[in-house]
């Protein structure tokens, strides 16, 4: 068990609406990312952040943003949802930047727009 | 650039039999690699990772992977399979100063009894 927990962990919701998902850690953590996992891709970077107030694009950050107000939360937002974002999220975190450093994830969050 | 490449998205194997399970991967720079395993409706566990320390690594749950920079592969074996070990199985690589995992589709493995 990481200690990270996400809400929610299932939702539906409509095309055009925002939804937020949330990634809480006990763990103190400096870095928190959000992947977001489709059959054939395998898990792709959203954003991440290495910092209160520091985040970063990952590889599919479009119509998606994220804030970290704290280092235990990271919160990822999609402003307008459509179908191409049903998908499931995992948030994941990691002690410090060294490329060996194990990268822990979440349970994550099964989102579908209809 | 960074990408990783799973040969074959589906595995089956019977129980007791050697599990294999490819993974090969480009890097213009030493890599690090690991292996997380994904039971259904759950996360990413870590089963395994090479650090550039010892190049075979053994993980969890008798599973170890081999570094091997010629081939550029870090296949994960085990040498009987347990029906515990049906799951989906990814592959990941991360360059020393990267920030990102770059994770491969997986290859789902079905134990037969």
């Known amino acids: 068990d990481a200690g990270i927990t996400q809400s929610p962990r299932h939702k539906v919701t409509e095309t055009g609406t925002p939804v937020t998902l949330r990634c809480h850690q006990t763990e103190n953590h400096r870095y928190m990312y959000w992947y977001r996992q489709d059959p054939g891709h395998g898990l792709r970077l959203i954003h991440y952040?290495?910092?209160?107030?520091?985040?970063d694009k990952g590889e599919v950050s479009d119509g998606y943003s994220v804030s970290r107000s704290k280092t235990e939360d990271f919160l990822l937002t999609l402003e307008s949802a459509t179908s191409s974002q049903t998908s499931v999220y995992f948030c994941?975190?990691?002690?410090?930047?060294?490329?060996?450093?194990?990268?822990?994830f979440g349970e994550g969050s099964w989102l579908t727009v209809v | 650039a960074q990408s990783v490449t799973q040969l074959g998205s589906h595995v089956s194997v019977s129980e007791g039999a050697l599990v294999l399970l490819r993974c090969n991967y480009s890097?213009?720079?030493?890599?690090?690699l690991f292996w997380y395993v994904q039971y259904p409706n759950q996360g990413l566990q870590l089963l395994l990772k090479y650090t550039s320390a010892a190049t075979l690594v053994k993980g969890i749950n008798g599973f170890e992977a081999e570094f091997k920079k010629s081939e550029t592969s870090f296949h994960l074996t085990k040498p009987s399979a347990h029906m515990s070990d049906a799951a989906e199985y990814f592959c990941?690589?991360?360059?020393?100063?990267?920030?990102?995992?770059?994770f491969g589709t997986g290859t789902r493995l079905t134990v037969i009894p």
């Open positions: 990941a690589v991360r360059e020393t100063g990267a920030n990102n995992l770059f």
């Open positions: 890097s213009s720079v030493p890599p690090y």
């Open positions: 952040s290495y910092g209160v107030k520091d985040t």
């Open positions: 994941a975190i990691s002690e410090s930047e060294g490329a060996g450093n194990t990268i822990y």
